[in-house]
């Protein structure tokens, strides 16, 4: 079986690709496609389209998207939305027209409404105003789901979706901007401790509530899905509410987070929040029934994966930019 893994340089792609290596070398008959940005750009869709045309795989994972933090997704906009609906709108589309009829689309939590009940369960896509920090984020994401819908409704392909919680761990992204919130503190916290700071100021006032998902149980849950026979998940899901939930189904404040980031990587100062800097939700938790009812659930816990996280960003400091 043939298998392009669309964004095999991030994290999640980067985890995927792994287990699929693994399985490789366990005999199964996989022929892994990959292409990094120097060779496919997916904005471009003249290549997309060249690229899949002549690979012809039978599978297409699709974990490739620009993604960041509060910061970044603040700053950049445009970006984040134009280049998110390129990506999925010409490799769901391309992947079509080359005759594949397996594909798995990755998304986010945030396609869900800022004021959605909690734990968030997959029907309440559509049903309120996004979170505005990252809303042309989520509107793209959410545009995915519908594509791969649309094209199984019209076509009768078999494209799927899967929505993480946040995710972190082995080749996140430590950069100090634009980052998300766990690799960020865990280089704030480092770097206070390896300079004997007193005190470290996190954003906001600490009380929002997150969920953490370690990148390679998203990995593991992401071949669970695509893998289900089509009766299996035809019977959990919609035709046009489709896509299933990944997460951990327990959250921790930012504030209990900082402690635990504090605690892992040695920093013994004071922590402060900063309330003049946005929140963003609430709280975002994800209702994982349905994936647990088809017999998945997450394994890493919290603690034991910040700490592996954190042996990484360790032996790796050249990516924290």
Known sequence: MRT????????????????LLARQDAGEDLTLITAPHAELDLTDQAAVRAFLSDQRPDVVILAAAR????????????????????????????????????????GSSCIYPKAAPQPMREDALLTGSLEPTNEPYAIAKIA???????????????YRSVMPTNLYGPGDNFHP????VLPALIRRFHEAREEG????????????????LHVDDMAEASLFVLDLPKSTYDA?????????????????????????????????????????????????????SRLGKMGWY?????????????????DHRDCRG
């Open 4 to 19: 392009f893994i669309a964004g095999h340089r991030g994290m999640v792609g980067g985890a995927i690709l792994r287990r």
């Open 236 to 288: 959990n899901t919609e035709p046009m509410l489709s896509h299933i939930n990944v997460g951990t189904g327990a959250d921790i404040t930012i504030l209990d987070l900082a402690r635990l980031v504090a605690r892992v990587t040695g920093f013994q100062g004071r922590i402060a929040t900063d309330p003049t800097k946005p929140d963003g939700t609430p709280r975002k938790l994800m209702d994982v």
């Open 298 to 314: 997450a394994r890493i816990g919290l603690e034991e994966g910040v700490a592996g996280t954190y042996r990484w960003f360790l």
């Open 67 to 106: 993604v960041g933090g509060i910061h970044a997704n603040a700053t950049y906009p445009a970006e984040f939305i134009y280049e998110n609906l390129m990506i999925e709108c010409n490799v769901i589309h391309q992947a079509h027209e080359a005759g594949v009829r397996r594909l798995l689309q990755l």
């Open 197 to 212: 700071r007193e005190e470290v100021t996190i954003w906001g006032t600490g009380q929002p509530m997150r969920e953490f």
């Open 177 to 180: 901007e634009n980052s998300h």
């Open 144 to 158: 995915g789901i519908k594509l791969c819908e649309s094209y199984n409704r019209q076509f009768g392909t078999d």
